[in-house]
C-alpha cells in the first residue's frame, strides 16, 4: 500500500497538495503559490493513507517539512519491529526520538508479541526466572501474583490489533 500524504499550506489562499514520494514532494513544495502569486513556504504535513502501523508511526512522530523525507524513507524501509519499538518508545514512553538522525535499534525495549502479563508470567516461569520448581509445586503458582508484580516494570499495550508486552529501560 502506498503512504499518502498531504501538505496544508497555512497560507489560507494557497491550495495544497497530495503526494506519495520524494520526488512528488520535491516537485510541488517549491512551485506552490498562493492567489497573489506570492510564493508559499510554510506548510502542515499531514498523513492521509497507508499501513496502520505507518499511521501510528506519524501519530508518534508528527509529520513535518523539516522531517518527511527521512519520515517516507523510515517507512518503506524499517522492518515492522523497528517501527513498534518508536511507536512505543516515544508514544507510550515519552521518549525523545529524531526520524532523521537516531536509529530504531538504540532503542532499548524488550518487546514480546501476542502475550498478556500472565502469559508473560508462565513463559518467565517455564524457562526457569524464578528457579528450578519441582512438578509437585508448580500448580501452586500464583502466576495472576506474578503478573501483577512485572507489571510494576512491564505494560501491555494493543497495536494494529495485536497485543504486546513491552519494557522500556
Known amino acids: 500500500m502506498t503512504v499518502t500524504f498531504y501538505a496544508q499550506p497555512y497560507d489560507i489562499s494557497a491550495a495544497g497538495f497530495y503526494f506519495t514520494d520524494e520526488d512528488s514532494y520535491r516537485e510541488k513544495i517549491d512551485s506552490i503559490v498562493n492567489d497573489y502569486g506570492d510564493p508559499v513556504e510554510e506548510f502542515e504535513i499531514q498523513f492521509i493513507n497507508g499501513f496502520v502501523l505507518d499511521s501510528k508511526l506519524a501519530q508518534a512522530i508528527t509529520p513535518t517539512q523539516c522531517n518527511i523525507i527521512a519520515m517516507m524513507d523510515a517507512m518503506a524501509t524499517w522492518t515492522e519491529e523497528q517501527k513498534l519499538k518508536v511507536v512505543i518508545a516515544v508514544h507510550e514512553g515519552g521518549a525523545d526520538f529524531d526520524i532523521g538522525t537516531d536509529d530504531p535499534e538504540d532503542i532499548e525495549i524488550d518487546l514480546y508479541p501476542d502475550m498478556t502479563l500472565q502469559e508473560l508470567a508462565l513463559q518467565f516461569v517455564d524457562e526457569g526466572l524464578f528457579g ?25 499495550i494493543m497495536i494494529c490489533g495485536e497485543r504486546y508486552v513491552y519494557r522500556l529501560m
Open 132 to 156: 528450578d520448581i519441582p512438578d509437585h509445586l508448580s500448580r501452586y503458582i500464583d502466576y495472576d501474583a506474578i503478573a501483577r508484580d512485572l507489571a510494576f516494570d512491564y505494560d501491555e
